[in-house]
């Protein structure tokens, strides 16, 4: 099937069908530009409230307002075995053979499927129906408190789908409004507080809107949405592959929104080649050596780690903002042993700052142990919150440098490197 997706240097609307059934959406005449809203946008509709933002909250940036986007979607030099698109088969190749559609008329069509997206498929109405459902089913508990519930059971005594009740019940589950009563997190009973507490309808729809959200908060949200003021330039594939991506960025900034960029850190000669650059760059460290790297970027190229470390040799001439990311898998890249070898690394790039993020088992991730031809369990290689954490604190007090931001969401954590820890990391707008 693979083959088929390119023909004649020409990407395939078969490869375009192998996406619709997902929330990407192929932008283009020639087809290698996508964007895809992520689970925080759509959580941050849910509230409109900061607190179900993604960890990019710490720079400024709003889910609800962020353009999740790619100018490069098949084209990757590396098949990542944490990767969670479909590498497999989504991957045409390790250098950009179409010809590059112009920037200006691909953030066009973007923006226009952006607000389809949010307008017809994250409508509002949804978010204004979970309001009253979370409400529904809290006073539904409040007064049958003896009994434990699930998805099923409350979807036919509040009579709405379980759908609906699976999207309240995970953000009540989340604001602990309610709590799991056994460990496979599928009955629920009402939070104890609450129901000695609370003693009627109207102090619950209170209760929400102090604690997690009001309806005009959503249809603030959703409104805001339609408009975006930033562009995640991280979707799928790599950026700096894309010929245009200079212009491309140019675009971005002319339409008064700021840029995040991910790469790989692989392409040093596109990386100084950069006439305009992003809000902030980031550049992954997948590993602390060159095995390390082999084992799990599988590079199509030759020299990658050389290659890796030339970009990173490059931060301290770039005008920009500079984070170095490492995504962390447990026991694989990761580990007490091997914190030295980071802090050595970091230092030598002296970027403004480094974040370790823990790698997420979820979509063509949860392949992983196939990549490796590994026999360890899947959930092996993820590392929980917990493990993170303790490595995170042994590398603040080890490299000296400061643990400014931590995200139990997103396993996420950013210490300040090149940068002074008492200031605002926020990006300042355009």
């Known amino acids: 099937m693979k083959n088929s997706f390119i ?13 619709t059934k997902t929330t990407y959406r192929i932008v283009g005449e020639n087809k290698h530009s996508s964007i895809k809203p992520c689970y925080w946008l759509e959580q941050r509709l849910m509230t409109g409230r900061d607190n179900r933002n993604c960890y990019k909250g710490v720079f400024g940036i709003q889910s609800h307002r962020c353009l999740q986007n790619t100018p490069s979607l098949p084209f990757c030099n590396h098949q990542c075995v944490f990767c969670w698109r479909d590498i497999e088969t989504g991957s045409l190749g390790n250098e950009f053979i179409v010809e590059p559609d112009n920037p200006k008329l691909l ?4 923006l226009r499927h952006h607000r389809d997206i949010i307008e017809n498929h994250l409508p509002m109405r949804r978010y204004l129906d979970n309001y009253e459902i979370m409400i529904d089913i809290l006073y539904y508990m409040l007064l049958n408190s003896h009994q434990d519930y699930n998805i099923g059971s409350l979807a036919n005594k509040i009579h709405v789908s379980k759908n609906k009740i699976e999207r309240a019940i995970n953000l009540l589950k989340n604001q602990e409004f309610i709590q799991p009563t056994n460990h496979t997190l599928e009955n629920f009973k009402l939070d104890d507080d609450i129901k000695f507490c609370i003693g009627s309808r109207t102090e619950l729809e209170v209760l929400i809107n102090r604690s997690l959200t009001t309806p005009n908060e959503i249809m603030q949200a959703h409104s805001e949405a339609m408009i975006p003021n930033h562009a995640a330039v991280s979707l799928d594939g790599e950026p700096l592959l894309y010929p245009k991506i200079s212009e491309y960025v140019k675009e971005f900034r002319n339409r008064n929104m700021t840029t995040f960029i991910v ?9 100084e080649k950069l006439e305009s650059l992003p809000s902030q760059l980031y550049i992954t460290l997948p590993a602390p050596n060159e095995q390390i790297y082999k084992k799990i970027c599988r590079p199509m190229i030759k020299n990658g780690w050389n290659k890796i470390m030339g970009s990173l040799d490059l ?5 920009c903002r500079s984070v170095i990311r490492l995504t962390a898998i447990k026991d694989l890249n990761f580990n007490e042993n091997l ?5 050595r ?8 700052f480094f974040e370790i993020k823990g790698f997420t088992l979820q ?6 142990k196939d990549r490796l031809k590994s026999e360890k369990p899947v959930q092996d290689f993820f590392p929980e919150y917990n493990y993170l954490k303790n490595l995170a604190l042994k590398f603040e007090k080890i490299s000296g440098f400061p643990l400014i931001y931590k995200n139990k969401a997103s396993r996420d954590f950013l210490f300040a490197i090149n940068w002074d820890k008492d200031k605002d990391p926020k990006i300042d707008k355009l």
């Open 263 to 271: 790469t790989n850190g692989t392409l040093p000669e596109n990386i």
């Open 107 to 110: 953030i066009d069509e973007m």
């Open 363 to 368: 979509a063509k991730a949860l392949l992983i």
């Open 339 to 343: 914190i030295n070898d980071y802090i």
């Open 7 to 19: 023909v004649d240097n020409k990407i395939t609307n078969e490869f375009v069908e192998t996406y």
């Open 315 to 319: 931060v301290n001439s770039l005008y």
């Open 345 to 352: 690394i970091v230092e030598r790039a002296n970027p403004n």
